[in-house]
């Protein structure tokens, strides 16, 4: 069965268990079918907004969803072409951005400019294992988010012009 075929339900997606399968239409009716989704504590879910309200202003070629995902949430750019992860923890975000060889057209461009990722990268931390370079920042106040995402957003633009 699919959305065409259930027209009464009126909604596109289907949720499947198993070999059941039933339409959602809302956070809420997924909710009543499954349980409880993820649902951090208020203060990261404060954070999570303040993420969203400086990255809209900093870094707008991020999207950051308005409803993170289960402790780990993906960022990307419009293009898709660079993503950092978000991790919630218990006092803060952790931001960490990856380069490796198997993004080619990301890892070309570090490659050739690491100190300039460095620079604009200033407050995060650089860990190397094996070809992997991991850039990491703790956010957990307001300053700390605005600083990252102003970061974020000045590599953001300098992809825009070093992107092969």
């Not at 198993?18 to 504590?41: D, M």
Request: glycine fraction near 6%; hydrophobic fraction near 35%.
């Amino acid at each position: 069965m699919n959305a065409r075929d259930d027209r009464s339900h009126g909604c596109l997606d289907f949720f499947r268990s198993g070999a059941e399968a039933w339409p959602v239409g809302s956070r809420a009716e997924l909710e009543a079918r499954i349980g409880p989704l993820h649902q951090p504590a208020a203060d990261i879910m404060e954070r999570w907004r303040t993420l969203i309200r400086y990255g809209r202003e900093n870094c707008p070629s991020f999207i950051i969803p308005e409803v993170p995902g289960d402790g780990v949430t993906y960022v990307y750019t419009l293009t898709r072409l660079f993503s950092f992860r978000v991790i919630f923890e218990e006092d803060g975000l952790l931001l960490k951005a990856r380069f490796k060889p198997d993004n080619r057209r990301v890892w070309k461009v570090y490659r050739e400019h690491a100190d300039v990722f460095t620079k604009l990268l200033e407050s995060f931390s650089w860990q190397r294992s094996g070809d992997e370079i991991t850039a990491t920042a703790k956010v957990s106040t307001d300053g700390h988010i605005r600083k990252a995402t102003i970061e974020l957003g000045n590599l953001a633009s300098y992809f825009r012009h070093k992107m092969p």
